[in-house]
């Protein structure tokens, strides 16, 4: 088993971590994701990014089930912020070039802007993406993320988006 492993840490636009980026295909289409739910998350199908039984596993353990599901609770619980920024801490691709798997962990400060002007909030967050071949007719450059699992304070982002 021939496993590759690439490591991104601070902005993905700094030189030395494009440049890594475009080496990776996991790492490309991440930033592409991560580009379309940022500007077109209410025109993008949500089978473009995630498999039609992919399953996201919430801080508290519950799940959500499908990529509509997925795709409907993000923007719910981002959409209740003026804008939602992240500041990439860093990005681990652990890619298995025999099976074509990648498990992506992803590290970031989500600024979360209060609306009416009323502040900032800085939100630790992490993610680890399963990411495989996409399902027939479906998915962005061959791939889909199957699961999902992220780790964040639920109750401060609860708290700050009633403020």
Known sequence: MTISTTIIRGSPSHRDNKALIATSPVLSWYARYVVDF?????TTPPTKYYASTATL???DQSTISGADAIWD???HLYGQFEKCAHEVISMTA???DETGTHTLLVETINHLHLRDNKGVVPLPQAFAY???EA????GTAGLQIWELRCYFERGLLQRVAKS
Do not use: F, M, Q, W
């Not at 940022?38 to 209410?42: D, E, F, L, S």
């Open 38 to 42: 940022a500007t077109a998350k209410t």
């Open 73 to 75: 609770y993000y923007i």
């Open 130 to 132: 399963e990411i495989s």
């Open 94 to 96: 652990l890619s298995n």
């Open 135 to 138: 399902e027939e007719g479906a």
């Open 57 to 59: 596993v919430n801080p």
